[in-house]
């Protein structure tokens, strides 16, 4: 699955979503973003010119990642630089894998902006558009990046005998005689990842929480070995630490050629105490919200997962794949299977990414289609509370179909995650709704709960609904419609959102999606898609507008010790 072409979730909003509920997922879907466009709307300039990539750059919006360091003290800050180093060192490794050797490519670029345009994308491929190359005489990105030798066929990686090709920690190389050998990650960046190793665990001995202390050491040799396992349960282990880290190779999707290949990254996370918090405490009201659910009982008799290792955090720093192209809001980790069946995943959402998002994608969109007099209704808040609901209403409804004869995503095949998304979608603002019922959500905020999950819609199929998910997101709208749910004023071409009838509104598309999930009726499913699942000429008209509007596409950050007022370690 490949994160940036076709996301795993393409949520609601620049939602985050974690597909892989239980333990049935076969590839990785651990990060998920606001999806970027496949950018076919893209103003056609010659690649290698200043002018084109000025265009590409402003694709990307510039924000700041900072976070509040004060309550930690002299020996945690310095803690949290020594794993900004660490973070850091990702960015090297991650080079060779994507492209080789970035400093030759950067000195042959003598346009700045062409050359800061490859440090975005660490190679010389336009990771939104399709990976098209934008330096001179470059050629197509080889679909197997660095991992494989470039001239090697599928024919003659298939026909090899040696054990470990496929495995997520090695390199294909030639030999002295143009054999295929194997050369395992902790060889091939031995010195890089020796430094590494050494940094966490510097950062160990200053780490005051106990299970952090030890996730760094376990990592720093997962690191030297290639053996990431006790470090990954380690992770999972760990519940209170309020600085966390995420390292290592990890994602496959930079090997397009067969998703084999992990490719390094990292992210230094600092959490966000009272929003866990809040979250322990609406975890709490699962059970009733399953029995409350608006559909027939036998659609809700399963126990909702209340298990969710869900927790919110600021991003300090990103580095390597982490930081290539679109940027992901939130991570559902580790990918090893057999810790997700001893111990689950943890999902982490990354708050400041999500509404600096919100801030430099979502909000100018809404300026354009959503009607003046509810523009007030647009807010983080909101659209993080919807975000968030979304990840716990994936714990809601039902699992196995009513027949007995297995789980809802085998029997929805290829529409089982659009479904899946479309259903968390949907709870999730009934939780919201449900949770304001009852007094532990403002319910004179709720309406801009409301608009806000409109906008999302809508900024979901910016680019159109190609793709499964957007598609989901499209059935909403057309259901919505129907329903009265929301009109558009045939002035402005904007939208205005009617809160009593997108109540009802989201109590019967929330009904009818559990029941075609329940009977794992996979023609209902189809149909619902087939039939709802596109855009309009009137929605494509009021989305052109969006066009002269020069909305960016996806942001980059400003990061590091510097920007965190943090000091050399
Ligand atoms: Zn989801």
């Known amino acids: 699955m490949l994160r940036r072409l076709l996301p795993a979730c393409l949520l609601l909003a620049l939602a985050a979503c974690s597909s892989n509920q239980g333990a049935t997922a076969t590839a990785p879907v651990s990060k998920e973003e606001l999806a970027p466009a496949p950018a076919a709307s893209a103003p056609v300039v010659p690649a290698g010119t200043s002018t084109a990539v000025q265009k590409h750059l402003a694709d990307y919006a510039t924000v700041k990642l900072t976070a509040d360091l004060s309550k930690f003290d002299a020996r945690q800050k310095k803690m949290i630089a020594l794993l900004v180093e660490a973070a850091d060192s990702m960015n090297a490794l991650y080079w060779k894998q994507a492209w080789g050797d970035r400093d030759a490519l950067l000195q042959k670029i003598a346009d700045p902006a062409t050359r800061e345009f490859a440090e975005i994308n660490y190679g010389p491929w336009n990771r939104l558009d399709n990976d098209k190359p934008f330096v001179d005489g470059v050629g197509a990105r080889p679909l197997g990046a660095q991992f494989y030798p470039a001239d090697m066929t599928k024919a003659e990686f298939d026909a090899s005998p040696l054990k470990d090709k496929t495995a997520l920690y090695t390199l294909l190389r030639r030999d002295a005689q143009g054999q295929l050998v194997t050369v395992p990650y902790h060889e091939a960046y031995k010195a890089e990842l020796e430094k590494t190793a050494g940094l966490l665990r510097q950062a160990a001995k200053l780490a005051k929480d106990a299970g952090f202390r030890k996730y760094l050491m376990l990592r720093a040799d997962a690191l030297l070995s290639d053996d990431y396992q006790a470090s990954d349960f380690a992770w999972m282990d760990m519940k209170h630490n309020p600085i966390d880290l995420v390292i290592g190779p990890i994602e496959t999707y930079e090997d397009q050629l067969y998703g084999y290949k992990a490719s390094y990254e990292s992210y230094v996370l600092i959490k966000d105490q009272a929003w866990s918090a809040k979250l322990a405490r609406f975890a709490k009201y699962l059970p009733e919200l399953q029995r409350e659910l608006p559909v027939a009982d036998k659609y809700k008799a399963e126990k909702p997962g209340a298990d969710a290792d869900l927790n919110a955090y600021f991003a300090v720093y990103y580095g390597g794949d982490a930081n290539a192209g679109a940027k992901t809001i939130a991570i559902n980790l580790p990918n090893d299977e057999q810790v997700q ?201 009021d989305l052109k507008r969006l066009d002269q509007a020069h909305i960016p596409v996806d942001i980059r950050f400003e990061q590091g010790l510097a920007v965190l007022g943090l000091k050399q370690p």
Request: charged content about 25%; proline content about 0%.
């Open 341 to 541: 069946l001893k111990k689950g995943t943890r999902r982490l959402q990354l708050e400041n990414v999500m509404q600096a998002k919100f801030e430099q994608i979502m909000l100018p969109i809404a300026r354009e289609l959503i009607a003046d007099d509810q523009q007030h209704n647009l807010s983080f808040d909101a659209f993080f509370q919807n975000t968030m609901f979304h990840e716990v209403a994936h714990g809601l409804g039902i699992k196995e179909t009513l027949d007995g004869k297995g789980t809802v995503r085998k029997a929805l095949k290829d529409q089982a995650s659009s479904f899946e998304e479309g259903k968390a979608d949907i709870l999730g603002l009934y939780m919201v709704t449900k949770l304001a019922d009852k007094g532990e959500l403002d319910k004179a905020k709720l309406m801009d709960n409301y608009v806000t999950f409109l906008a999302g819609i809508l900024r979901s199929v910016r680019f159109g609904a190609s793709d499964a998910h957007a598609k989901a997101n499209m059935v909403r709208f057309n259901f919505f419609k129907q329903q009265g749910a929301f009109s558009r004023d045939e002035n402005t071409g904007r939208y205005r959102v009617d809160f009593d009838k997108m109540t009802a509104a989201m109590n019967a598309l929330s009904a009818k999606l559990l029941t075609i999930q329940g009977n794992g009726d996979y023609e209902a499913a189809k149909q619902l898609t087939d039939q709802m699942g596109a855009v309009d000429a009137e929605l494509a008209g």
